[in-house]
């Protein structure tokens, strides 16, 4: 899987650009419409690429209306057009369902680690559907797409699922994204920039989560060190 952007793992925490990032996916997820038009009004200054991306990647975690609504402000905001085409757009392309589910199994392993193919078993125990979409075309048709690169996205991912309260999802994506490369500074800046977003209780309640991640990651990568 290729990507157009620096990856984010060069960075000891989060650079002012992947700061507005996270904060922009979080309020189109979960924010009001005035915190959402106040952060793409600060995403003009951010890679056009990222924002797109973004906004494309909400409708997994928040609905089509509100990924409609961050669409549509940021056209007017930003005054650029859509692009006149996509290489995902058409699933009637000879083989790009094959495809999407090819590189969907690779994103889907590199976030869930070890846990991948547990994943996988239990979310078809729920519905043979809903894992069947959620490799293909969660973390295939979109999750994979060049553009963004996958550490930010995953920051993203854990920034949205904070506001949105989603406490089961947000403890995934913790460990996602430091499977993905993210360092545990740029997971700590993550939460550290929706502070005034979520309130206090929240805010400490998540912070003790990922304490508990981060420990049991370290623990986890210290044990597979000493059998190496």
């Given at each position: 899987m290729t990507h157009e952007e620096p990856q984010a793992d060069t960075l000891s925490a989060l650079d002012t650009q992947t700061r507005c990032l996270v904060r922009l996916a979080a309020v189109i997820g979960a924010g009001t419409e005035g915190q959402m038009r106040a952060l793409l009004v600060e995403a003009r200054e951010l890679p056009g690429a990222w924002v797109e991306e973004?906004?494309?990647?909400s409708y997994l975690f928040a609905g089509f209306p509100r990924t409609l609504n961050a669409a549509r402000e940021w056209r007017r905001i930003s005054g650029s057009s859509a692009p006149p085409n996509d290489p995902d757009a058409d699933a009637t392309a000879p083989g790009m369902a094959a495809q999407w589910r090819e590189r969907g199994a690779v994103t889907?392993?590199?976030v869930y680690g070890d846990m991948y193919e547990k994943l996988r078993v239990n979310i078809e125990k729920l519905h043979p559907a809903l894992e069947h979409w959620m490799i293909t075309?969660?973390?295939g048709k979109v999750l994979s797409r060049p553009g963004l690169d996958l550490i930010r996205r995953e920051l993203c991912v854990v920034a949205i699922c904070a506001l949105a309260e989603q406490d089961r999802q947000l403890h995934?994506?913790?460990h996602g994204a430091l499977n993905v490369g993210a360092t545990p500074d740029q997971v700590s800046a993550t939460l550290d920039a929706l502070d005034d977003l979520i309130d206090d209780d929240s805010l400490r309640r998540y912070r003790m989560l990922w304490g508990?991640?981060?420990s049991a990651h370290s623990e986890q990568a210290k044990g597979r060190h000493e059998q190496s």
């Amino acid at each position: 899987m290729t990507h157009e952007e620096p990856q984010a793992d060069t960075l000891s925490a989060l650079d002012t650009q992947t700061r507005c990032l996270v904060r922009l996916a979080a309020v189109i997820g979960a924010g009001t419409e005035g915190q959402m038009r106040a952060l793409l009004v600060e995403a003009r200054e951010l890679p056009g690429a990222w924002v797109e991306e973004v906004i494309l990647q909400s409708y997994l975690f928040a609905g089509f209306p509100r990924t409609l609504n961050a669409a549509r402000e940021w056209r007017r905001i930003s005054g650029s057009s859509a692009p006149p085409n996509d290489p995902d757009a058409d699933a009637t392309a000879p083989g790009m369902a094959a495809q999407w589910r090819e590189r969907g199994a690779v994103t889907c392993a590199a976030v869930y680690g070890d846990m991948y193919e547990k994943l996988r078993v239990n979310i078809e125990k729920l519905h043979p559907a809903l894992e069947h979409w959620m490799i293909t075309d969660g973390y295939g048709k979109v999750l994979s797409r060049p553009g963004l690169d996958l550490i930010r996205r995953e920051l993203c991912v854990v920034a949205i699922c904070a506001l949105a309260e989603q406490d089961r999802q947000l403890h995934s994506h913790f460990h996602g994204a430091l499977n993905v490369g993210a360092t545990p500074d740029q997971v700590s800046a993550t939460l550290d920039a929706l502070d005034d977003l979520i309130d206090d209780d929240s805010l400490r309640r998540y912070r003790m989560l990922w304490g508990h991640v981060r420990s049991a990651h370290s623990e986890q990568a210290k044990g597979r060190h000493e059998q190496s």
